[in-house]
């Protein structure tokens, strides 16, 4: 289990939630134009998704995923690395990211890893969405080589 929901989605049913007009002060992405961004990051990355969950609440309103990755660089038997996606329509919380060995993505609102990242849903969202996702999943190699090594020295 990758997030704590209790109606998960699959990725047809997430493509059929409306997104709402937007304002001049709230501009809401679509919950499945925010997964397919995170695929094509993680893919320009060399991350494969080996599993994934969607769910949504409120109507469709809030939205929580959860990926499981692997790389090149970041496979293990003991470990791996996850991350976590939110996103939501009625302003309640920001667009947000969280990766690392462990996740927490829950629809009570907890959202924590080793890596978190948020941006509000203003104006610009869409143009600085890349960049915070880049950002976030850059880290990712360096969060694995970190946990390895103090793994390494616990043994």
Not at 96 to 116: H, K, P, R, Y
Not at 143 to 148: A, P
């Amino acid at each position: 289990m990758l997030i704590y929901a209790k109606n998960k989605v699959d990725s047809e049913q997430l493509a059929g939630v409306q997104t709402p007009e937007g304002t001049d002060s709230h501009t809401p992405i679509p919950h499945h134009h925010l997964v397919k961004m995170t695929r094509e990051t993680l893919g320009r990355a060399g991350l494969e998704v080996t599993e994934e969950e969607h769910a949504l609440a409120r109507g469709g309103q809030r939205y929580f995923g959860g990926f499981a990755l692997k790389g090149q660089d970041v496979t293990g038997d003991d470990r791996r690395i996850v991350l976590g996606l939110r996103n939501a329509h009625d302003k309640s919380f920001a667009a947000s990211i969280a990766a690392g060995n462990q996740m927490m993505v829950c629809e009570n609102l907890c959202f924590s890893s080793d890596i978190t990242l948020a941006r509000k849903h203003t104006q610009n969202i869409f143009n600085d969405l890349p960049f915070l996702f880049n950002k976030a999943i850059g880290q990712i190699q360096q969060t694995w080589d970190n946990q390895g090594k103090r793994i390494e020295a616990y043994k």
